[in-house]
């Protein structure tokens, strides 16, 4: 538990430390095409982009152009984290030490702290296909199919929620 902490903490001040500083172009994008919008729910139908996954567009929407880029980034970075404990989690069905290599690869990793530093949908992207992976892990029958309600329920949220 107490390396756990320690790798999520890691994580943390490494993404921290990566969202200082100004946005990126792509960043300044993302509120650039949210700008002339005048209600959230305009973000899932009127901003037809590549460049709109629908939870960062919302959370920018929400703090708005004036906010600082470390408020402005802290999303990715919360999602980022949690990353972490969701490459934890994937790696648990093959014992403590494959969950601590994981979500130690997942913490201190060029990619991983970048996508999880930057206001874009990288981090949510990875995140929920991780949890796609966990729970169809958890709940996969000999068949294919998920065992439990609940576990098809979170599959299918996930996979909707990725970008």
Wanted: with cysteine.
């Amino acid at each position: 538990m107490l390396a756990a902490l320690m790798i999520a903490v890691t994580g943390l001040v490494l993404r921290s430390l990566g969202a200082r500083g100004d946005l990126w172009l792509d960043e300044i994008w993302s509120f650039a095409l949210i700008e002339p919008l005048t209600s959230i729910d305009q973000i899932f139908w009127r901003v037809n982009h590549d460049n709109n996954h629908f939870l960062n567009s919302v959370y920018l929407y929400l703090i708005g152009p004036d906010a600082s880029p470390l408020m402005q980034r802290g999303l990715s970075i919360a999602l980022g984290v949690a990353t972490i404990a969701a490459a934890a989690a994937s790696a648990a069905s093959r014992g403590r030490q494959a969950m601590i290599a994981t979500s130690l690869l997942f913490a201190v990793s060029y990619p991983m702290v970048h996508y999880g530093s930057e206001a874009r949908g990288y981090a949510g992207l990875v995140l929920f296909t991780l949890l796609s992976v966990v729970f169809w892990s958890a709940g996969s029958t000999i068949d294919g199919g998920l065992a439990r309600p609940w576990q098809r329920r979170s599959f299918s949220a996930s996979c909707a929620i990725s970008p």
